[in-house]
Nanobody, 119 residues
Framework: QVQLQESGPGLVKPSQTLSLTCTVS??????????WSWIRQPPGKGLEWIGY???????YYSPSFKSRASIFWDTSKNQFTLQLRSVTPEDTAVYYC???????????WGQGTQVTVSS
């Protein structure tokens, strides 16, 4: 059974770059047909999908994040990373990594990590 675990700093200053890593165990991130996403939930709001990196290494981003987000992977460590540039307090959220087969039916999730943007 695949497991996902987010890691990264819990506090980021405004205008800096937020960087979070998802470590995957129990399965390879290059396994055919799987997509590895970053999703967040700001306080009091719903889930927001940020983007994914696919099993062949291609990426796709929500238009809302396309100008600021980058997702890349390290296959040797079975990890993928989100970088979100020029953060503001509105980027404060619980950030999750998750897996699906391209259907937005996320069957596997990390536990989530709280990120606060504050000076």
């Amino acid at each position: 059974q695949v497991q996902l675990q987010e890691s990264g700093p819990g506090l980021v200053k405004p205008s800096q770059t937020l960087s979070l890593t998802c470590t995957v165990s129990g399965g390879s991130i290059t396994t055919n047909s799987y997509y590895w996403s970053w999703i967040r939930q700001p306080p009091g709001k719903g889930l927001e999908w940020i983007g994914y990196i696919a099993y062949r290494g291609s990426t796709y981003y929500s238009p809302s994040f396309k100008s600021r987000a980058s997702i890349f992977w390290d296959t040797s460590k079975n990890q993928f990373t989100l970088q979100l540039r020029s953060v503001t307090p509105e980027d404060t959220a619980v950030y999750y990594c998750a897996r699906d087969r391209g259907t937005a039916d996320f069957g596997s999730w990390g536990q989530g990590t709280q990120v606060t943007v504050s000076s």
